[in-house]
């Protein structure tokens, strides 16, 4: 589930004054207390940057100019000038150089960065977390590509296509076995579904084929492997591309055809329940049970004023001003779902920013001219963002309206301290929704502790998830095999698993 903040923040790093190739690693300070591990090379007056947590790999540095005392470099995200991030590092004296630290400046903003230069030989940490799954593995992998066929004329002709990349995971042992599909929250998300160094599918992947359960995951559409385009498609295509997902795994000798289901993260919580009510006449089509990994119940427009509030008050805001910005969020949507022009909303957009200023750590301070562009550019960016194609679909989405047609067994599971989709008001909802339209089947799960994420947490908030080093909290990946294995039959428990 993406979440929306006013501050746009883009990671960098360091480089040596020496001129022999050197590797450095470090972290910059984020607001909220987080940190961002990244690691630099450096090779003369060139260099790249490699931020793990961000998926970045050998970012080219530019304006690289280093002395013995100091380092100065820029890092393009490929935005405007004024997006652009600077960097400027002093070595410690008494170091031998062996250390930096300085601040990032980006948008009248500035961060602090600390770095080590790595010895000969030494390799960054990189992202590995303890739960990461290691070889050898007890169970095969197979590497698999799924057509989603968009269109067919009368002519046979297919057109309007992607081609998803994935992983198949078969457990070991005498099959058919139940199997899953996972679906990923929103944002462009590879198979593991790779955010912040942690890779939750590849854990519950793990996890699940350990334990009986045969496991497809896949590349988003335009992501990875997989072709096509992200920027462009909405929650439909999203749909569509769990729904071919499905119908793939049902094509596998190894998996029982009946007992095939879908297990959606967050924006997939709302996917799964799409493509089952696609499916309600032709029910052995769709999926045979639900998994919803905080998965929303509320209509898109009240989750996000919500979700802005509860993080904006987790992050030290006060109630009275966390409130005040809910509301202009609300305004903001409402703005997007009465499909204003541009120019009207970088008019009322901009207004509401710049009342905004005095309370806005990037903002609060600046004058004049000065606020003026730095407004100009939150407005745009803004723009860019709530008007995509994705967006427009989301905003005006009711998951209530696809609970309402399901029928087939359903686990709705939230961690108690979720503030991107809040359990209280969530489960409340999917459980009325399934109980008034006649289901029956469904296990409602609040586990306390447990973020968006499904991480063992302090607030909740998103500005812990890359701090955090379990990437799923095991009570949770209980709950879900055990209740896969229960309401689907029995399965024999893989040997080891």
């Known amino acids: ?60 540095l530019s304006d690289v100019s280093t002395s013995d005392k100091e380092i100065r470099f820029t890092l393009i995200p490929g935005g405007t000038k004024d997006e652009r991030a600077h960097a400027k590092w002093a070595l410690t004296p008494d170091a031998n150089g062996k250390t930096a630290s300085g601040v990032l400046r980006q948008m009248g903003g500035e961060f602090k960065t600390t770095v080590r230069r790595l010895a000969d030989g030494e390799k960054p940490k990189g992202n590995q977390k303890p739960q990461d799954p290691k070889e050898p593995f007890p169970y095969q992998s197979i590497e698999v590509t799924i ?27 005498k099959g058919p076995h139940p199997a899953v599909v996972l679906v990923s929250g929103s944002g462009p998300q590879n198979r593991d579904e790779e955010l912040l160094g942690h890779r939750p599918f590849a854990v519950l992947a793990d996890h699940l084929t350990r334990h009986g359960i045969a496991v497809l995951r896949y590349d988003d559409r335009g992501v990875g492997k997989s072709t096509g ?34 297990i959606g993260h967050s924006e997939g919580g709302l996917i799964g329940p799409m493509v089952a009510a696609r499916f309600a006449s032709t029910p052995e089509k769709g999926p045979n049970f639900l998994v919803l990994l905080a998965g929303p119940g509320m209509d ?44 009207e909303f970088k008019a009322k957009a901009s207004e509401m920013i710049t009342a905004e200023a005095a309370i806005d750590p990037e903002l609060r301070g600046k004058a004049g001219d000065e606020l003026k562009k730095l407004v100009d ?54 459980e009325r929704t399934l109980k008034d339209n006649g289901n029956t089947q469904f296990t409602i799960v609040e586990l306390p502790g447990l973020n968006h994420l499904f991480q063992t947490c302090t607030t909740g908030s998103p500005s812990e998830y890359a701090s955090i080093q379990e990437t799923f909290a095991p009570a949770a990946l209980g709950v879900i095999s055990d209740w896969i294995r229960g309401k689907n039959g029995p399965v024999p428990a893989v040997p080891g698993g």
């Open 1 to 60: 589930m993406r979440w929306f903040s006013l501050v746009v923040l883009l990671v960098v790093a360091t480089l040596s004054a020496r001129a022999e190739p050197q590797q450095w690693e470090g972290a910059v300070e984020l607001p909220g207390g987080a940190k961002l591990g990244f690691s630099v090379k450096l090779d003369g007056d060139k260099g790249t940057i490699s931020i793990p947590d961000q998926g970045v790999k050998d970012l080219p």
């Open 147 to 173: 057509d989603v066929v968009k269109h067919v004329d009368a002519g046979g002709k297919v057109t309007g296509g992607v081609s998803l990349a994935g992983t198949l995971s078969i457990p070991t042992g």
């Open 229 to 262: 385009s992200f920027a462009s498609a909405t929650t439909e295509d999203f749909a569509d591309d769990a729904a071919a997902a499905l119908a793939f795994l049902r094509t596998s000798a190894q998996v029982d055809v009946a007992r095939c289901g879908i």
């Open 300 to 343: 898109s427009t009240s989750l996000l004023v919500l979700q802005s509030k509860l993080i904006a008050v987790a992050a030290g805001v006060s109630e009275q001003d966390a409130d005040r910005n809910a509301k202009a969020a609300g305004e903001v949507f409402a703005m997007i779902r009465a499909n204003v022009s541009k120019d």
């Open 377 to 430: 550019v939150r407005v745009e960016q803004q723009w860019a963002q709530l008007s995509s194609p994705w967006f427009r679909w989301f905003l005006a989405a009711d998951p209530a309206g696809y609970l309402a047609k399901i029928k087939v067994p359903v686990l709705a599971i939230n961690g108690g301290k979720d503030l991107q989709v809040p359990p209280k008001e969530n489960l409340a909802i999917i």
